[in-house]
């Protein structure tokens, strides 16, 4: 079965595409960023972290259990992993600066997410087998 979030995050990372071709950098931005925040709710509860085993209230305390609980025990890559971080200031930028996000910048951003959406699919594909199981 497939996690609700993951949905989200599918359908947002291909709704990221139709701003930025039609010019609209800074909803691109945010809708790439939210994405890949469901995303990570999505392996975060596929690893069975919650907001309630974990403590993350937070846009902020969620990136923070993602990177503590997946990205560096090594079950998320680190490279997709740490792109949300980036994210999250653009998406800042995007939604409350007056400049819009260059578009540069915001092509980055929609293939970071594109990458991350992916990975994040790719990881929930497997069983989970828990810490303990690399262990000898």
């Known amino acids: 079965m497939t996690s609700r979030f993951l949905q ?7 709704g990221a595409r139709m701003p930025l071709e039609a010019g609209d950098t800074d909803g691109a931005c945010s809708r790439a960023y ?6 990570a709710r999505a392996t975060l ?6 907001p309630e085993s974990s403590g993350f209230k937070t846009r902020r305390g969620l990136i923070a259990a993602f990177s503590m609980h997946l990205v560096k025990p090594g079950l998320f890559p680190a490279q997709p992993g740490r792109a949300i971080q980036r994210a ?7 939604d409350y600066e007056a400049e ?11 293939a970071k997410a594109e990458a991350f959406v992916s990975t994040a699919a790719a990881l929930l594909a497997t069983s989970f087998q828990g810490p303990s199981a690399s262990a000898p």
Do not use: F
């Open 8 to 14: 989200k995050a599918e359908v947002g990372v291909k």
């Open 34 to 39: 939210y994405a890949m925040y469901d995303a």
């Open 45 to 50: 509860d596929w690893a069975g972290i919650t």
């Open 88 to 94: 999250q200031t653009v998406r800042l930028v995007a």
């Open 100 to 110: 819009p996000v260059p578009h540069d910048d915001a092509v980055e951003t929609v």
